[in-house]
């Protein structure tokens, strides 16, 4: 059964479709709801054959369908991928009605979604999500863009979907070591902004690992929800309160910098990130050592590294507050202060991230 999640953004509303088996009905639900003249997918070439029964479907109900095949992995969040797709667009007879559909992870959704934000002032954009990162976090809320060699997302546009469409089973393939980093951005919204959640995942840890369909589901759309309540209280991460998404990812940024995009996958440095938060959360004395203790023994059961390997603490140092979030050389810290709930701190003494760096390292 598809469970339907509602972000409410006024005139930019879209609703999210989440099940087994969901992607298999996305032509029709697009040919009806959309009435597209022209459909341009984006697919990540690992789930081009995803997107071959989509484009044939749409082929079949008379709506022209092409198809652009991106290289897997961030180096396609370039100026000159970027420049690749508004020329097949252009190519293809893009028009104010076309409709453009990403088939793939994060990177597809962002470069996609930037095309269309951009291309003739903006077309509509569905987002067909297919690893768990981007089907809990960066398929929802707006957020598209490409990289800079000085910097992952310095280029890009708020610039929401017209629909999210989330297919559990396009999970059952993704390689083991993708769909559990995808678990850390999952435990997130759990101690950010609900301890129910985190008590359910708790229960849930084998079935998660097992990708036992029904509980995926149910999970996604909690998580879907959980983003959807946020970015539709500060869709333009204005107040502060869409910051709290970033719980983690002030160390995680500097991980991924430092221990080298690739080698550690972006869920990995989150679940790092967020037991340094934890830890500095302690030594602040907001948060307790049992919570702690709880968020630690989670992220662990469901295979997530939460110590770091030995490196050079300055250049950790260093990569944070390099982060594009931090105003000036400032550090901003997502910090829990219970299960369910976090708070921006700012004006944190460097020594005591360095400790807390120091001893994730040689607790390891
Ligand atoms: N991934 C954080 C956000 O969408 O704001």
């Known amino acids: ?3 339907t999640v509602q972000v409410q953004l006024g005139p930019r509303s879209y609703e999210i479709r989440i099940g087994a088996g969901a992607l298999a009905q996305e032509s029709e639900w697009i040919v009806a709801n959309l009435k597209p003249s022209h459909v341009l997918i984006v697919a990540d070439r690992s789930v081009v054959a995803l997107a071959d029964p ?15 095949v991106v290289p897997s992995g961030e180096t396609s969040k370039s100026v000159a991928a970027l420049e690749r797709l508004w020329q097949a667009f252009q190519t293809a007879g893009a028009d104010r009605q076309s409709v453009v559909v990403a088939v793939g992870g994060g990177v597809v959704g962002d470069l996609a979604g930037f095309a269309a934000a951009t291309y003739m002032r903006g077309l509509r954009f569905v987002q ?7 089907q809990v976090d960066s398929s929802v809320g707006g957020k598209t863009g490409i990289n800079l060699a000085a910097g992952k997302n310095l280029v890009g546009a708020f610039w929401q979907p017209t629909s999210v469409c989330i297919d559990t089973d396009s999970l ?3 390689p083991k070591r993708e769909f559990v980093s995808g678990l850390a951005e999952v435990v997130k919204y759990g101690v950010i902004g609900d301890a129910a959640l985190f008590a359910r995942l708790e229960s849930y840890a084998d079935a998660l690992l ?15 929800q959980a983003k959807a309540t946020v970015v539709e209280q500060d869709e333009f991460e204005q107040t502060g309160l869409r910051a709290s998404l970033n719980y983690g990812h002030t160390f995680a940024h500097a991980f991924e ?24 959360a302690e030594q602040l004395g907001m948060w307790s050592n049992d919570d702690s203790q709880r968020q630690e023994q989670l992220l662990r059961r469901l295979g997530l590294p939460v110590w770091l390997t030995p490196t050079d ?9 390099k ?12 910090l829990p202060t219970r299960l369910g709930h976090v708070e921006l701190v700012e004006g944190i003494d460097m020594q005591r991230v360095k400790d807390v760096l120091r001893s994730a390292m040689t607790e390891g």
């Open 257 to 280: 910098r430092v221990y080298g995009y690739g080698q550690l996958l972006h869920g990995e440095a989150v679940a790092m990130g967020m037991a340094c938060a934890a830890r500095l």
């Open 54 to 68: 989509l484009q044939r479907k749409l082929t079949a109900a008379h709506v022209r369908c092409d198809l652009s």
């Open 172 to 174: 059952k393939t993704l």
């Open 210 to 224: 097992q990708r036992e369909s029904e509980v995926l589901a149910e999970v996604i759309a909690d998580c879907c």
């Open 1 to 3: 059964m598809t469970k």
């Open 128 to 134: 067909i999500p297919t690893t768990l990162l981007a």
């Open 323 to 334: 982060d594009k979030k931090a105003a000036h050389g400032r550090l901003k810290f997502v």
């Open 313 to 321: 603490l300055d250049e950790i140092l260093a990569a944070m507050t």
